[in-house]
């Protein structure tokens, strides 16, 4: 039986929740928004920002317009500190240029990574001013992106979703991540409610990041179709798999709600053809790629990589940002002050 929880305010929450990170971070509350690519836009960033979380808009493989306009549309939508995230794996060499320079250029102070640690763009960005933030799946990544000097460390369990970088369950890589590194570490990986952030608190994460409980708010980029089909997700409705592969590198895991694809109805994944299911503003949307339902597209949803993380079943409604934001600190500092962790 859960233990009975008293809301608390803001304050208190702070108070209750407040760790170094959020000093780095310039936060009131260690609770990260996910640079979900397509999801993360400026609405969305900024409600979790301005609600006292941090926002990163998920740029990956975006265009450098897109870029200049979402954190000009964020920055007057906030004064706090917000950060952009890239993944240099499956982002072409001349537009991840594009994209680092853009970020320096214009005073992005916070850029996340992921996938492959590549030591020279952490030390360009450092060099420029940046805050460096790494998502890791594994010690030996852990340990790579701290020596190429990250300031913060992701670590992802196998739980999240999205692409999934390693294969431990969160409950057992935070211990050994934070035993090992010399930075805060933030847990994400399957987190949905404030039982799960106290938890991953007591194992000695300075916060964490969620990415499938924020896809169903009102400030989402996501579809309708997907937000809903995490609505309706059930216990083990997700799955692990390789066959969204287009745009990334050939053997890419990443968790996702199961559908016509996932069951094998679709044919051959990596067969040289390619069939469009969709479209964005005269961008083709084809079958097996990595591209998620968003607003701005039209064409088969069901049968596009509809992203989510185990702890979508727990998950029950849409709202705010900053209302799901509120409960979920809430009931976290609740739980922390009455020892209800671990």
């Known amino acids: 039986m859960s233990p009975h929880i008293d809301y608390v305010d803001g304050n208190d929450i702070t108070n209750t929740l407040h760790r170094p990170v959020c000093d780095l971070l310039g936060c009131r509350w260690p609770i990260v928004l996910a640079g979900m690519g397509g999801v993360a836009r400026a609405e969305l960033c900024s409600a979790v920002t301005r609600a006292g979380g941090f926002g990163f808009l998920g740029m990956v493989r975006e265009p450098t317009s897109l870029i200049r306009s979402e954190v ?7 004064s ?15 537009l991840l240029e594009e994209q680092i320079a853009t970020c320096i250029e214009i005073g992005v102070t916070v850029v996340g990574l992921f996938w492959d640690v590549v030591p020279q763009i952490v030390r360009r960005l450092r060099d420029a001013g940046v805050l460096v ?5 594994s010690l ?3 340990r790579a992106a701290e020596d190429a000097g990250a300031q913060i460390l992701i670590a992802q369990g196998r739980e999240a979703g999205g692409h999934v970088r390693g294969d431990q369950p969160l409950a057992q890589l935070i211990p050994k991540v934070v035993s090992a590194a010399h930075v805060p570490v933030l847990a994400a990986g399957g987190l949905a409610n404030g039982a799960d952030v106290a938890a991953a608190l007591s194992l000695g994460a300075q916060g964490v990041v969620l990415g499938t409980v924020m896809i169903p708010t009102h400030e989402s980029f996501a579809h309708a179709y997907h937000k809903q089909r995490i609505i309706d997700a059930a216990e083990d409705d997700t799955v692990l798999t390789d066959i969204f592969h287009i745009n990334w590198p050939r053997g890419a895991r990443v968790r996702v709600l199961q559908n016509s694809v996932t069951r094998g109805e ?3 994944p990596f067969g040289s053809r390619r069939t469009e299911i969709g479209d964005e503003h005269g961008r083709p949307i084809y079958l ?6 968003l607003r701005s597209m039209t064409g088969d949803f069901e049968a596009m990589a509809l992203y989510a993380g185990t702890g979508a079943a727990r998950i029950g409604a849409i709202t705010s940002a ?9 009931d976290a500092a609740a739980l922390v002050s009455a020892g209800h962790v671990g």
């Open 80 to 94: 706090h500190t917000f950060g952009v995230n890239l993944i240099p794996a499956s982002t072409p060499a001349d």
């Open 72 to 78: 000009q549309s964020v920055r007057a939508a906030t």
């Open 322 to 330: 900053a209302e799901r934001l509120y409960r979920i600190a809430s």
């Open 288 to 293: 097996f790629s990595t591209d998620s339902p």
């Open 133 to 137: 933030v790494y998502q890791i799946g």
């Open 140 to 142: 030996e990544d852990a």
């Open 266 to 268: 679709r044919g051959d």
